[in-house]
């Protein structure tokens, strides 16, 4: 089981460089897998470019409580990069001046961070329609300053989208660590309790489902009904949607895919996979990524790759949506893990 | 030639049959997709059902599909093992009913 992040454990994969490095050779080398951009071209799709602007994804730092062995933004315990108030309120004059629609809350477990009710409370003053927490559930159990969260989450009428690897204890333990299932249970009752994810609610909580090892996830649909069934019955448990997401190549899952010699397989089934309606859907078109420190990024998977936005409008002070959205996206090999299949996305399959 | 008869690469590879019969072979691909669909049985259960007889008829091919087909449907081990079971039941079964061939020709030609 993993116990510290790549970064303190001195893990060469804690170089983005390096991460770079790996996807663009090997396998995607001259006479092996297409690269994605050529992909798009012999599919003659165009790169994804950006529409709309209608959300905005805040990764508030990179601590969290939990070490899973997928986590693409290697967060745990002994990371610091946390995002300081005077970045969350060049965050907030973002969301004054542009008609975002929805702020998503991520981290790390963005309720550790000190100033997260603060900026929760300011968001709501704003008139952004929709704030998401990405809740890995057992914050809500690990320290009793967090036990009131769930009432936290209802006044400010939070959407909650939660990570449950599964509907099973093993499955969701050697992803997360162990004991993490049962206090997903405990903090999905507590939800519950104060009316998330109860069909006669307003109050949204959704799950993200991602595979526990090297393959892509099933149909969202068919998991949905199989994860409502089982915790319906097994624990009583009630939410709105289950996200079916892939895991992609970076950070903890690129690691655990080269150490099981399970990364060519991966790429290889990633690119054969490749579904070219998903494209015009990508999260990247209508998403704008900012890092702890108010970087812009094209997604959150391009922040832990360090590929920053290719414009000069780089950091949230001098914000400009205009200039931004003449931007290319930046794309690698790991966006075959948002267009394989169904797609893959923050909120779940896009075709 | 290849070293080994069987090469996990050669899986990719299938849909080639095709190549030198396509009617046959598209006919067959068009077949095999139907039948795994959603219908009277769960996909679920068709992918248990197809791991089983893939250990029947000890095919390593579809033991890889269908052991990554069942982890991508939430199907857990202690699943994939009894219906593993199930196939070597049926199988052993299957030889062992023919041991009352055995006795009765046994019988028939003994005093």
Same mark, same amino acid.
């Given at each position: 089981m993993v116990s510290k992040s790549l970064k303190a454990s001195n !893990?060469?994969? #804690? #170089?983005t460089k390096r991460q770079l490095e790996i996807l663009s050779n090997g396998i995607f080398s001259e006479g092996g897998l297409p690269k994605f951009d050529s992909n798009l071209v012999a599919y003659e799709l165009n790169a994804p470019r950006p529409l709309k602007l209608e959300i905005l994804q805040v990764n508030v730092g990179y601590m969290c409580n939990q070490v899973c062995a997928h986590c693409h933004v290697d967060a745990g315990p002994d990371r610091k990069e946390m995002m300081s108030r005077e970045t969350m309120e060049l965050c907030l004059n973002v969301l004054k001046k542009t008609k975002v629609k929805t702020i998503d809350l991520t981290g &790390?477990? %963005?309720?550790?961070? %000190?100033d997260f009710r603060w900026f929760v409370t300011q968001i709501r003053l704003?008139?952004?329609e929709e704030i998401i927490v990405r809740s890995n559930l057992t914050i809500i159990m690990a320290n009793k300053k967090y036990h009131n969260l769930p009432h936290f989450f209802k006044q400010n009428k939070v959407h909650i989208i939660s990570s449950l /690897?599964?509907? *099973? @204890?093993n499955q969701t333990d050697s992803q997360r660590g162990d004991g993490v299932f049962n206090q997903s249970i405990t903090a999905l009752k507590l939800l519950n309790s104060v &009316?998330? &994810? *109860?069909? !006669? #609610? !307003?109050l949204h909580l959704d799950l993200v489902y991602n595979p526990s090892g090297a393959f892509l996830p099933a149909n969202e649909k068919i998991l949905e009904k199989e994860f409502k069934k089982a915790l319906k019955i097994d624990f009583n448990i009630d939410f709105n949607q289950l996200f079916a997401i892939t895991n992609l190549p970076i950070s903890r899952f690129l690691d655990y895919l080269i150490a099981s010699e399970n990364y060519e397989d991966y790429m290889s089934s990633l690119v054969e996979a490749f !579904? /070219? @309606?998903?494209v015009a859907n990508l999260m990247c078109t209508n998403t704008l990524s900012v890092s702890w420190d108010g970087l812009l990024y094209d997604c959150d998977f391009n922040q832990m790759l360090g590929l920053k936005v290719a414009s000069p409008i780089s950091h949230l002070r001098n914000f400009n949506l205009g200039l931004l959205q003449e931007r290319k996206i930046c794309i690698s090999q790991h966006c075959y893990g948002c267009t394989a299949g169904s797609g893959s996305s923050c909120q779940g399959t896009v075709v | 030639m290849k070293k080994n008869y069987y090469e996990s690469d050669d899986l990719k590879k299938f849909k080639n049959i095709t190549d030198w019969n396509p009617d046959l072979g598209e006919k067959f691909f068009e077949y095999y997709n139907s039948v795994f669909k959603q219908g009277t049985l769960s996909a679920r259960e068709k992918s248990l059902i197809a791991l089983a007889v893939s250990h029947v008829v000890q095919c390593p091919y579809c033991i890889e599909a269908y052991t990554r087909d069942g982890l991508q449907k939430g199907i857990e081990k202690s699943e994939m093992m009894e219906a593993v079971h199930v196939g070597a039941a049926i199988r052993s079964g299957a030889s062992l009913v023919h041991g009352v061939q055995m006795m009765n020709v046994y019988d028939k030609l003994s005093m």
């Open positions: !893990n060469l994969l #804690s #170089s &790390g477990a %963005p309720e550790m961070h %000190p704003t008139d952004v /690897p599964f509907y *099973k @204890k &009316g998330y &994810g *109860k069909s !006669n #609610s !307003n !579904n /070219p @309606k998903a | -």
